[in-house]
């Protein structure tokens, strides 16, 4: 490191004791759920930069060059998924070679699911899964739907939109904490204690969306892209069907009269669009119908970046299922 004051007299660089400072590991971040998580743990020791704009889709997106240097610079990466932004291999690769790396869907012991096949999602009893925290296995379900009428592709793989389930934010938190740690050693025990003390808040977070959504557990709703499905789980809804698949890709019209014809049938209360996506998909199909039209936001599009976002996230999302379920 090189000393600007070096040129001062050398009585005084004797008389004053050197101590070497660490610096703060410069971290890079995605999308602002994965931001928020990150905030959490550095606290005040330091920010996490983001590279995908607030409010752009992460399916699809191109770096800009002051984007690009965030992750030139970073000594730390977070980023949920390579399946959730398969673009991004290229850049981490050449950008980020000499940073550490961390995809939060590879971390252990996390829930995982598969991409849902098809427009419509039966019903089925998967909501009974351990959420006590204390399990130590991967949720890698396969669900057999047989609603998809054959008129879009299979979005196979895995489903990485797992920040929506509080108990793998917990786990993440874990995992950043120790990750900053190693870059960080002097701040490890700083970056721990955050982490125990936001998955506590976390934890009476879950705890709380559970109750105020205790009465919609038969609520039927479509959203706008098959994104949902761990935050279902984690708090016992079921959506019905999406009107476009995991990478959010325009819907095929068989895909939109699949839908039309669920929400028909089987008396569908609610629609959500994303603020993300055009919502004149979702208006030119079901405006002129009696089905509320929400909007159910997976990033955060409106919220301030920070620590406290995360939180705010899944409250805002939870505030659109009581609304969805009032409307019966």
């Known amino acids: 490191m090189t000393h600007r004051f070096a040129h001062y007299a050398l009585p005084l660089l004797v008389c004053l004791p050197l101590t070497a400072v660490a610096d703060v590991p410069r971290v890079a971040v995605d999308i602002p759920p994965v931001h928020s998580l990150v905030a959490k743990v550095m606290g005040d020791r330091g920010s996490p930069e983001l590279f995908i704009q607030p409010g752009a889709s992460p ?14 610079n970073a000594d730390l990466v977070v980023w949920v998924s390579t399946d959730l932004t398969p673009w991004l291999s290229g850049p981490i690769t050449n950008l980020a070679d000499d940073a550490e790396h961390l995809e939060l869907m590879r971390v252990s012991d996390i829930n995982t699911f598969a991409y849902r096949e098809g427009a419509t999602f039966d019903v089925v009893d998967d909501h009974d899964h351990d959420h006590d925290h204390d399990h130590d296995h991967d949720h890698d379900h396969d669900h057999d739907h047989d609603h998809d009428h054959g008129h879009d592709h299979h979005h196979e793989g895995q489903d990485p939109h797992g920040w929506m389930d509080p108990d793998n934010a917990r786990r993440w938190l874990d995992a950043i904490a120790r990750q900053l740690g190693e870059l960080d050693p002097e701040n490890a025990d700083y970056y721990r204690d955050n982490a125990a003390r936001s998955q506590q808040e976390l934890e009476a977070l879950e705890q709380s969306i559970n109750e105020r959504l205790g009465n919609s557990e038969n609520t039927r709703f479509i959203v706008f892209h098959d994104a949902y499905q761990y935050f279902e789980k984690a708090f016992n809804l079921s959506a019905a069907g999406a009107i476009s698949i995991g990478d959010a890709s325009s819907p095929s019209p068989a895909r939109i009269e699949a839908i039309q014809a669920l929400v028909n049938e ?10 993300q996506f055009n919502p004149q998909i979702v ?13 159910m936001d997976p990033l955060g599009v409106d919220l301030t970046p920070g620590p406290k976002l995360y939180d705010a996230l899944l409250n805002q999302m939870a505030d659109e299922i009581q609304r969805c379920t009032d409307t019966t």
């Open 59 to 72: 399916h699809g997106y191109s770096l800009r060059p002051s984007e690009a240097e965030t992750l030139d």
């Open 266 to 275: 089987e008396g569908i209360q609610c629609v959500f669009s994303e603020p």
């Open 283 to 295: 208006d030119s199909v079901f405006g002129d119908t009696d089905t509320y039209i929400g909007v």
